[in-house]
């Protein structure tokens, strides 16, 4: 049947290109159940490999292909709209993903895909021994009541910990904070009452040069203010030659107006002397104040900056820093009561929150249940076993997953109490019940390991079922699923090179048998095909 999926996208098109030993191979999926079927070895998770791409996953240079100096995943997504997804990953270098044609980032592709995309394979037992999956798993499960405790609880746990990072702050020591305060505001006075502006040390090392060499300037003012009176004498001259040659020569005219010009630069020339040479005085005490002044910065410069500039940012920050200590300090003495009230609202919500928890475990472990029935395991039940932990992010529960195949026996931990047939029908309810309604395309590799016969055929009635509102891809190598499929893709190795095909008819058929009998031709492996096929409505 065809899926009435709940989500806006769903995978429309895959395309894996030099990936491993596929050169190039198309999957358009059914809306419905689609299984990839093939030899071991054949190269069918290659094609999960492409879309786990698609998705965001980390990308390994070692899945390119012998065909080309790069491998290719692109894929469309599509229902009430289209969306195209490219990853190419190179030999060498770090892999590039596009959405829609536009350049992306693999968290971008994750956000926007992995929401529309959930892959399910056996490695997922091992998030089953993850506590933090665990809890996350239970919390997927909360009513609406328990999500406002968890959104409470969540409020309570952040004002705890912005009490407690002030504590540190603080560091249980008042009299270090003292100290620190007296500190800092004797560097911010010292940095203040010295006065110092951006620039002024450039002024004050020229009037100290100025004054040291007051005597020198002096005989040198004089002996310029000679030099330009015998420059004024002979530019006078000049003048008037020029002025006679203008008399003969019209054409000379710019000859003299440049003569008046240093003419008279060299009367204010002469003018600017005389001022600075009367300006300049002999003073001791004035010196001394600069070269005290120049000493004290000196002094601010070695403890605070190399520049004017740095040490007044010095100067900044330590009035600042005075500031949140005399703040802390004021704290001080309400922080340690507030912090007790707000633990103790914290510990409240936390053993709220848990309650919300424990309820949501038991619904949870009523639909894992019922899943592990439908697919042969009436006599199996699960356990969320919840311990307590000091107060953190997320709560006060530490939540362990626990399966027992027979109510008779006691609930252990999964790696150790589940067979091969147990875990594949485990990871596929846990994942059935776990997984969002949004998640618009369900995706399996090889979740039937280990299990075959009715239990086979009661695995493909489950996915198939599952079809009726999801779209469904599996790779499998169980025939009583690949034949509840709408949709069967076939993957063949021919030397060093992987094939794929869509089987329809006498093709699905001898796919069917092989996978039965191993034997394609075989007439008894193609009547237990029909057969398949008809008790899995296909006729």
Known sequence: GTAQVRSSLMLTHLRARNLGLIADAELDPDAGFTVITGETGAGKTLLLGALRLLLGEQADSSVVGPFDDRAQADGVLGLDGELGISRVVPADGRSRSYLDGAIASADALAERVGTAIEVIGQHDQLKLKNASYVLALVDAALDEDGIENKQRYSAAWGALRTLREEAVLIGGSESELARELDLVRHQQREIEAAGFSVGEDAELESAQSRLRHSEELKELFRSSLDAISHMDLKSGE????????????????????????????????????????????????????IEQRLTTLGELKRKYGRTIGEVLEFGERAALRAEEIES??????????????????????????????????????????AHLGELGLETASVQFAFDSVDLGANGADRVTFRFSSHEGLQAGAVASVASGGELSRLILAVSLAGSSDEVATLVFDEVD?????????????????????RQVLCVTHLPQVAAFADAHYVVTRRGDEARLAKVDGPDRLEELARMIAGLPDSDRGQEAAKELLEIAGHN
Do not use: H, Y
Request: net charge negative; hydrophobic share 45%.
């Open 238 to 289: 000049l003048v008037a030659a020029l002025g006679r040659i203008r008399e003969l020569d019209e054409s000379t005219a710019s000859l003299l107006e440049t003569a008046t010009g240093i003419e008279a630069g060299v009367d204010e020339l002469r003018r600017d002397l005389r001022d600075s040479a009367e300006a300049l005085v002999d003073d001791p005490a004035t010196l001394q104040e």
């Open 328 to 369: 802390l300090l004021g704290r001080s003495a309400s922080i340690s009561e507030e912090r007790g009230r707000v633990e103790v609202e914290a510990e409240a919500a936390a053993l709220v929150l848990s309650d919300s928890r424990k309820r949501a475990a038991v619904r949870l472990e009523k639909t894992i249940s």
């Open 449 to 469: 390991t280990g299990i075959g016969g009715v239990t086979a055929l009661a695995m493909g009635r489950k996915l198939a079922s599952l079809a009726d509102t």
